[in-house]
């Protein structure tokens, strides 16, 4: 840091030194118009840049334009725009004087800009040759979106996003071109303007109630309001992403904000209301069905039933609401640009007690000066989210939360019933005290367990033109969130019971801190050779502590969480701080030779205080290089409009640790007497591991783009293959030791796939256009090598007897997700489950020699995979007159899912719990034992009309407005699926690179949007 203090003060001087030599050169004006070829209407928006140059604007509401500070001589000016061909002008800039560019787009199938955003800048769409696919936010942001994943789902190819639950702001398990990683995390970099975001939960981890596991925390980037997105691209390839080096092994997402145009002032509002509702059913016994049953089985037990008929699955969850409003100051003169924006959105869940209330405000501007040659930069974005939790579980065993008793609790049994003594009215339970089956409704409503999180991201860049062509610019950033999670378990609860009341306060604070620079060179030498450069310095310091308190036996329940100092049992609290830092020298090099032939060289050395004293630091290079064959004399006017073949290799790392794996550390321990004393003690808790370094990730990926017609049909076939070696992993290591295992770099996992992606302009006339796109995606994972094991077991199984059995299993030469198990065969005549019985040789070969009712170890093998065969995605918009419409259809096929909730409740039982309406049908005699088979892994395939939207634009009443439209949007309408649970589309973590797993989830919402936009 000594040094950066010392450095930072020459190097920004000798910029300002710079600029003021530089501000005394010869420059003139570009001005134009950017108009729609078919129906000569201005389009707004589009990005004009004066090639060669740090020169750009964007296009007023009318399409016109005007660039200052071009210096003099021969230009190029290009214009481009989501959804049109972009175009090339040449003008003469005069010193002083003003050049004219006009412009008129035709409509194109690829809906994406010329310019793509890239680490640490932007390059021409054309002269990329990694793999980068961008999403257009406002054509994704249909329907209830709560944050930026949602609009990338079923948008991009090699890109498979599986959402945890169908709670409000849930997060999902993000896999850019398949898991890579068994221990270490599996997600991508998010890098927000520019500046990498500290991936960490915002809130402390809740506490669940006692027999099942808490919740899984929701997403990060429930942070930033979708309407503020412009665009978000998905670096795929190393090629792409081996500019950000040792934290690119799992994709990168760039999320591009908004940002003011030189003008008027525009004022836009945004605002909807949705109505959601669970979209299945799994059908839990009836009142009139379980008495039905008893009857038949232990009439005896009828006396002792109730008389009420409650649907315990029904009187959980509801019809939920959400609104969700946006307001926009947007505009600027020829010097300062600003676009400033604030949200509100209350989303309740569709089960009780469980909802997401976010306010969030963002600020972006931009100043020039000095001729346009200095441009300061500012982007903020601060948000405050409330979260109320549900008390359900991840998972669970004899005793549950919310969703077990849903399951088992006594349908014949009212939700409140009249104390007796007392004639007030209250939850019914089974009994007083503490209680193993709850009430579930009492569940949702009386314990507590809220969440709240205030996060500022922002980042300041002063970019500096030194030549015509070469820039300098610095980037601080800072992304800082505070969390605190309360939780209070009342002494009224059938859970609190135990404690006398039970209530704890957490607190988690992180804070990320990022310096950039670097310098950019972009140059095009005798018309024919063309040469962009960037190469810079980052240094990332990232902090995380917390904080938590605990208290027991209450006199009172009307405090809440609110007065820990009120309960008579005071547990010893916690705290702790983490910090680890990244340093990093990055450089990217393209050259192109006549606008067709393409070379680019990236190389990132990076170092991490996280890994061991000599793998601390790292190199991580790649090469690609493109050729537009298009381009070629012989090509043209031919059957392609465009035709160019990539190809690339290059490593990546990934650094999913905690901070201080490779030392050993201590941890608060018991308390030890000391005489007459008890003196806390600390004990070693984690072996060292002076080699630890990156799992790192070699990909080769080779691709090819196309277009005809004019490029109203252009599309991407890609093929990749992604070797990761050095896998962390988990050792034992030979006792006595500190710990039984210790953190080591073992193992190998591959990824192989193939990509495809068409979009056409269907139809184009002045008043109808139809637009189409299909993505697909076919990945083959491997876990290649364990370090000497044989297999990993994981996907740990929930309910009730279930104790220590897994459903998955970890394999050399087979996928992650493999499902792991006895193969079942039939029911015989007495209701016995039949399993095919295996014997083993010696060789390890297996064969089949008979059948058992008791599966055993040899009786074990693969049963099923929870990877798709193949996955699908197809988007469609319509313009016609002033109606739009669009729909997206998504689509798995292949996948397992281990269907949990049926193996533990789709047995008849009479042990006075509620099990599934569909084991009536089954013919297992009752009390047959919950077994983990073949017979619960269930076809997961799937196609979702994931939604499809109405609007239309009118003229406002009255109003000179910009633009005013009325919509209605549907999410989740329809699902075609065998697949018997809630969803297919599921995650409970339940161990290492665990997947397909359905545990009682928390349903998924169909939603039904209604909205207006206006814009003044």
Same mark, same amino acid.
């Given at each position: 840091?000594?040094?950066? #203090? ?20 010869? !420059? ?90 890239? /680490? ?22 249909? *329907? ?26 849930? &997060? ?90 030189? /003008? ?280 995380? =502590? *917390?904080?938590?308190?605990? =208290? ?88 392609? !409009? ?82 990761? !070696? ?76 279930? &104790?220590?059995?897994? =459903? ?86 292949? #996948? ?121």
């Amino acid at each position: 840091m000594s040094l950066l #203090r010392s450095v930072l003060p020459t190097l920004v001087g000798s910029l300002f030194w710079a600029a003021q030599l530089m501000a005394q050169g010869q !420059s003139g004006t570009v001005t134009g118009r950017v108009i729609d070829s078919a129906t000569q209407r201005g389009l707004a928006n589009a990005a004009v840049v004066v090639e060669g140059t740090q020169r750009a604007a964007r296009t007023a509401p009318d399409g016109s334009f005007t660039i200052t500070g071009v210096p003099a001589g021969a230009r190029r000016v290009q214009v481009s725009v989501i959804g049109y061909g972009a175009q090339t002008r040449n003008v003469t800039v005069a010193a002083g004087g003003t050049a004219t560019a006009q412009f008129a787009l035709q409509p194109q199938a690829v809906m994406l800009e010329a310019l793509v955003a890239t /680490g640490y800048g932007t390059q021409r769409r054309e002269a990329i040759t990694g793999s980068i696919a961008t999403v257009d936010a406002d054509q994704a942001n249909v *329907g209830v979106v709560t944050n930026a994943t949602e609009m990338i789902q079923g948008r991009v190819a090699g890109v498979n996003i599986i959402q945890n639950s169908g709670e409000p702001g849930a &997060s999902s398990q993000i896999r850019i071109r398949g898991g890579t990683s068994i221990s270490a995390s599996n997600a991508p970099l998010y890098v927000i303007d520019g500046v990498p975001i500290n991936n960490v939960s915002t809130e402390p981890g809740g506490e669940g109630v006692p027999g099942s596991g808490a919740s899984l925390a929701r997403n990060p980037l429930n942070l930033i309001n979708p309407n503020d997105i412009e665009t978000i691209s998905v670096l795929k390839d190393a090629a792409a992403t081996a500019i950000y080096g040792s934290r690119g092994a799992n994709g990168v997402i760039l999320i591009q904000t908004k940002k003011g145009a030189r /003008g008027g002032v525009v004022v836009e509002y945004d605002g909807y209301t949705a109505m959601a509702t669970p979209a299945r059913r799994i059908g839990f016994l009836t009142g009139d069905e379980y008495r039905a049953f008893r009857q038949q089985v232990t009439p005896e037990a009828v006396s002792s039933l109730g008389q009420a008929n409650t649907d315990w699955e029904d009187e959980v969850t509801r019809s939920a609401m959400t609104h969700n409003h946006n307001l926009a100051f947007s505009g600027g003169g020829e010097a300062t640009q600003y676009r400033a924006s604030l949200n509100y959105m209350d989303q309740e869940g569709v089960v009780i007690s469980s909802g997401l209330e976010r306010i969030q405000g963002r600020l972006n501007a931009e100043h020039r000066t000095w001729d346009d040659r200095l441009r300061l930069g500012l982007n903020l974005n601060s948000s405050h989210i409330r979260n109320d939790y549900a008390p359900y579980e991840n998972t669970g065993g004899y005793i549950g939360g919310l969703f077990t008793n849903m399951a088992i609790f006594d349908p014949t049994r009212p939700v409140r019933a009249n104390d007796p003594q007392t004639g007030v009215s209250r939850f019914f339970e089974t009994g007083t005290g503490a209680l193993d089956v709850r009430n579930p409704v009492a569940l949702a409503e009386q314990l507590q367990d809220e969440g709240a999180s205030t996060r500022t991201l922002a980042n300041t860049t002063a970019q500096l033109e030194l030549l015509p062509g070469v820039a300098a610019q610095l980037n601080l950033g800072v992304d800082r969130s505070e969390g605190r999670r309360s939780i209070y378990f009342p002494r009224e609860s059938a859970v609190g019971a135990q404690w006398g009341g039970r209530a704890l306060q957490r607190s988690q604070d992180n804070t990320a801190l990022t310096l950039q620079s670097f310098i950019t060179v972009d140059q095009q030498l005798a018309d024919i050779h063309g040469i962009e450069f960037v190469g810079g310095y980052e240094f990332s310091d990232y902090s995380t =502590s *917390g904080f938590g308190a605990e =208290s027991q036996k209450f006199l009172t329940d009307a405090f809440g969480f609110n007065s820990l100092g009120g309960g008579n049992l005071l547990i010893r609290p916690y705290s702790f701080r983490q910090d680890h830092r990244l340093v990093s020298f990055f450089g990217r090099a393209n050259y192109n030779l006549l606008d067709r032939y393409y070379l680019t060289a990236v190389l990132r050395r990076d170092g991490s205080s996280q890994f061991g004293e000599g793998n601390k630091w790292a190199v991580f290079p790649a090469i690609s290089a493109s050729w537009r064959i298009s381009e070629e004399p012989f090509m043209q006017g031919g059957f392609f !409009s465009d035709l160019r073949l990539r190809a690339g290799y290059g490593l990546q790392g990934n650094p999913g640790v905690a901070p201080y794996s490779s030392l050993l550390t201590l941890a608060a321990g018991g308390n030890y007497a000391f005489g007459d004393q008890l003196v806390g003690g600390m004990f070693p808790n984690r072996n060292p591991n002076r080699d630890l370094k990156w799992e790192e990730t070699a990909q080769f990926n080779v691709a090819l783009d196309f277009g005809m017609l004019d490029n109203r049909l252009t599309g991407t076939a890609e093929y990749y293959v992604k070797n990761t !070696s050095d896998l962390l992993l988990q050792v034992p290591v030979v006792q006595p030791a500190v710990a039984s295992t210790r953190l080591e770099n073992v193992g190998s996992t591959r990824n192989q796939g193939l990509e495809v992606s068409l979009d056409a302009v269907a139809l184009s006339t002045p008043t109808v256009e139809w637009r189409t796109g299909l993505v697909f995606t076919a990945n083959r994972n491997e876990a290649v090598s364990l370090g000497g094991r044989t297999f990993i077991p994981t996907g740990f199984v929930s309910g009730e007897g279930q &104790s220590g059995q897994t =459903s998955q299993r970890i394999l050399p030469g087979y996928a992650l997700g493999t499902f792991y198990g006895p193969e079942f065969l039939r029911v015989d005549e007495k209701g016995r489950q039949v399993f095919a019985k295996y014997e083993v040789n010696a060789g390890g070969d297996r064969r089949r020699v008979g059948e058992t009712f008791a599966p055993g170890v040899a009786d074990y093998g693969v049963i099923g995979d929870a990877n798709p065969d193949f996955t699908l995605g197809l988007n469609s918009t319509a313009n016609i007159g002033q109606f739009d419409v669009s729909l997206l259809v998504r689509g798995e096929m292949g #996948r397992d899912v281990f269907n949990n909730t049926a193996l533990v409740y789709g047995n008849k039982t009479t042990g006075g719990r509620n099990f599934l309406r569909s084991a009536l049908a089954r013919p297992d005699a009752i009390g047959e034992p919950a077994i983990f088979s073949s017979r619960w892994i269930e076809d997961g395939s799937f196609v979702r009309l994931q939604n499809a939207a109405v609007g239309y634009n009118f003229d406002f009443p009255g109003v000179q407005a910009r633009a005013a439209r009325i919509y209605v949007a549907g999410d989740n309408l329809l699902l075609l699926t065998d697949y018997s649970g809630y969803d297919p589309e599921v995650h409970t973590e339940t161990g290492l690179a665990s997947r397909g797993i359905e545990y009682l989830a928390y349903p998924r919402p169909r939603t039904f949007t209604a909205g207006i936009r206006v814009a003044f």
